[in-house]
């Protein structure tokens, strides 16, 4: 691939650097977006902390079977599809390409299998009552509010890059896309696992029902 | 177009030891939680937990260890710095729950 020339006025000089973390323009982009991805969640998740700890009589609504059994399910799930994305990213570095579709097919299938087990979770809750504005045991409804928004976040980042993910499977298989695409492609997925990291514990386990 | 930096990556296996070391931490999170911990005690216990558990995905999962420092010391440094202050909230919290409100 020929690199553009950038051209000047007469007496000025193009300096042009190496780019000081030595990765392509895409995975530097993808580090900026999660960089600011990993803000806003940390701001959701303070603000979701201090109404939790603010509130004397915050609801824990979530018995271990099926809740905190389904979420432990989930996490399971989701940190077994950054598993089979490292193996798609490793594959399609070494020029696997073959291997690298599978193992992204896999962590496809594992992120619908989390985003079912996601919405059958709330979909339990709405049967329950629980919603944005409404606390079925009459306690505070900023329980609600907090959960789903928080929660919703998370899934629609989830699904996301289950559409990204597919997108990228396609391209690389047609040669549109390469394995850089799959990297970058990766390192989200990877992102949207670790934010769960911290969603689990704080939505979950925080409010799990006292045995 | 080359590569700009070449990095070292581990094998599969390393990566599953790792996820077996992340299936664990979740599980220790979910003992945790079924003892008698205050709420603020839990709330730093499974807090510590998560960043341990953020830290080793960030390093081995999202490849950092094995990128040029400059790419982790210029992006964590500043999201920590940025979490840290958020910090602030905490005392207000504690206010209005020793006050009773809803």
Do not use: C
């Given at each position: 691939?020929?690199?553009?020339?950038?051209?000047?006025?007469?007496?000025?000089?193009?300096?042009?650097?190496?780019?000081?973390?030595?990765?392509?323009?895409?995975?530097?982009?993808?580090?900026?977006?999660?960089?600011?991805?990993?803000?806003?969640?940390?701001?959701?998740?303070?603000?979701?902390?201090?109404?939790?700890?603010?509130?004397?009589?915050?609801?824990?609504?979530?018995?271990?079977?099926?809740?905190?059994?389904n979420a432990v399910v989930m996490t399971?799930?989701?940190?077994?599809?950054?598993?089979?994305?490292?193996?798609?990213?490793?594959?399609?570095?070494?020029?696997?390409?073959?291997?690298?579709?599978?193992?992204?097919?896999?962590t496809v299938f594992l992120g619908l299998i989390f985003a079912v087990l996601h919405l059958r979770e709330w979909f339990h809750m709405f049967h329950e009552g629980w919603s944005l504005s409404h606390n079925?045991?009459?306690?505070?409804?900023?329980?609600?509010?907090?959960?789903?928004?928080?929660?919703?976040?998370?899934l629609?980042?989830?699904?996301?890059?289950?559409?990204?993910?597919?997108?990228?499977?396609?391209?690389?298989?047609?040669n549109w896309l390469d394995e850089n695409h799959v990297e970058t492609t990766g390192l989200y997925w990877h992102f949207v696992d670790l934010v769960w990291m911290f969603v689990f514990p704080f939505l979950y386990r925080m409010n799990a029902a006292p045995r | 177009m080359t590569e700009m930096?070449?990095?070292h990556s581990p094998g599969m296996k390393f990566y599953v030891v790792v996820w077996i070391g992340l299936l664990c931490i979740a599980g220790v999170e979910v003992i945790m939680t079924y003892q008698e911990f205050s709420t603020r005690v839990l709330l730093a216990v499974l807090l510590?937990?998560?960043?341990?558990?953020?830290?080793?995905?960030?390093?081995?999962?999202?490849?950092?260890?094995?990128?040029?420092?400059?790419?982790?010391?210029?992006?964590?440094?500043?999201?920590?710095?940025?979490?840290?202050m958020m910090n602030q909230i905490w005392p207000d919290a504690y206010r209005m729950a020793s006050i009773g409100h809803h």
């Open positions: 691939m020929s690199e553009s020339v950038a051209t000047f006025p007469e007496g000025l000089e193009a300096t042009r650097e190496p780019s000081p973390y030595g990765v392509q323009s895409k995975k530097l982009t993808m580090w900026l977006f999660i960089a600011s991805d990993a803000v806003t969640f940390g701001a959701v998740l303070f603000g979701y902390s201090y109404l939790r700890v603010g509130t004397p009589d915050w609801p824990r609504p979530f018995p271990f079977f099926p809740s905190i059994l399971a799930v989701l940190l077994t599809s950054s598993l089979t994305m490292l193996g798609a990213v490793s594959s399609a570095k070494n020029g696997k390409k073959s291997s690298s579709l599978k193992w992204l097919t896999a079925p045991t009459g306690g505070p409804v900023m329980f609600g509010a907090t959960f789903f928004s928080v929660t919703g976040l998370h629609l980042h989830v699904l996301v890059g289950i559409v990204a993910m597919t997108v990228v499977a396609i391209g690389f298989q047609t | 930096g070449a990095t510590i937990l998560a960043f341990i558990e953020a830290a080793i995905g960030l390093l081995y999962f999202m490849h950092m260890k094995y990128d040029r420092p400059i790419l982790l010391w210029s992006f964590v440094l500043s999201i920590v710095f940025v979490l840290l």
